[in-house]
């Protein structure tokens, strides 16, 4: 992997997206394919499948497997994504919020709507995202990002399926734009990628992504690590992913000072 420069870090505040090309080498991408193998061969408890019945593909994704699938934590706390994370955000230390494997069989029609992650966790302040394929991924097949949309506001998340305001209440967030209808007004960024390259964004980076018509498949390991400022926020509704019991633990507002929570850089 090249080094990081102080313009990439730049670019990265500005647009709240940056492609690392290389973030992990050969024998960490086989690790991470061996380890989404591993995922997809025995399902998690919070394990969905994201796409209609009657879609000739599958999107299937998965969450928080780092403690029983070894390899995932020896990426997301021991690999260069720790540190790159760290680096894009400026801060002193990042700790690990959550792994997402997310794949897409080839042919599947399902698009990845548009949204924002933030408002799905239970967390407050920045936090940032690896989005690490180990297959190669054409550029008509990648994650999409709108640039400059991590400075805010929060957008209404919706169920993905059938598009139901689960987490905040209807006209209490304003609604994503309809980028599809015309995607020329908007600063998209997506990328043809190799296996091991990533993608690092802001949890509040509004991203879709499309279906994925190809022969191949695509596999992703994505690593999500938090800042040091971020904060417990309990919400009154389930968040994605659930953290079961954590409000008896954390309090509103406390650090996410907890085993759930390792400490990822310094290592």
């Excluded at 647009?15 to 960490?28: E, Q, S």
């Excluded at 801060?91 to 959550?98: A, G, I, L, Q």
Aim: net charge negative; aromatic share 10%.
């Amino acid at each position: 992997m090249n080094e990081l420069t102080a313009q990439d870090v730049e670019d990265y505040q500005r647009d709240g997206v940056i492609c690392v090309r290389g973030l992990l080498d050969p024998a960490d991408v086989e690790r991470a394919r061996e380890a989404i193998d591993t995922v997809l061969d025995v399902p998690g408890p919070l394990a969905q499948v994201a796409s209609g019945h009657d879609d000739p593909g599958a999107f299937i994704e998965d969450f928080r497997r780092w403690g029983d699938v070894p390899a995932i934590e020896e990426l997301a706390r021991h690999s260069r994504a720790a540190e790159v994370a760290a680096t894009l955000m400026a801060t002193p230390s990042v700790r690990f919020y959550h792994d997402h494997v997310l794949v897409k069989e080839g042919q599947t029609k399902q698009r990845t709507p548009w949204h924002q992650d933030q408002p799905y966790y239970n967390v407050d302040g920045r936090g940032i995202s690896a989005w690490i394929p180990v297959d190669p991924v054409p550029e008509a097949g990648c994650l999409e990002m709108v640039a400059g949309t991590h400075l805010g506001p929060w957008l209404m998340p919706r169920t993905f399926l059938d598009g139901e305001a689960k987490w905040f209440p209807e006209g209490s967030l304003g609604e994503l734009p309809d980028i599809e209808a015309d995607r020329s007004a908007y600063d998209i960024r997506r990328f043809e990628m190799q296996p091991g390259d990533a993608i690092f964004f802001d949890f509040l980076t509004v991203h879709g992504a499309p279906g994925f018509p190809f022969s191949g498949r695509r596999r992703v390991l994505s690593l999500r690590y938090l800042s040091e400022e971020a904060r417990h926020a309990p919400r009154r509704w389930t968040t994605s992913p659930e953290f079961d019991g954590l409000v008896d633990q954390l309090d509103d507002g406390a650090p996410m000072d907890h085993p759930l929570f390792p400490v990822a850089w310094p290592a």
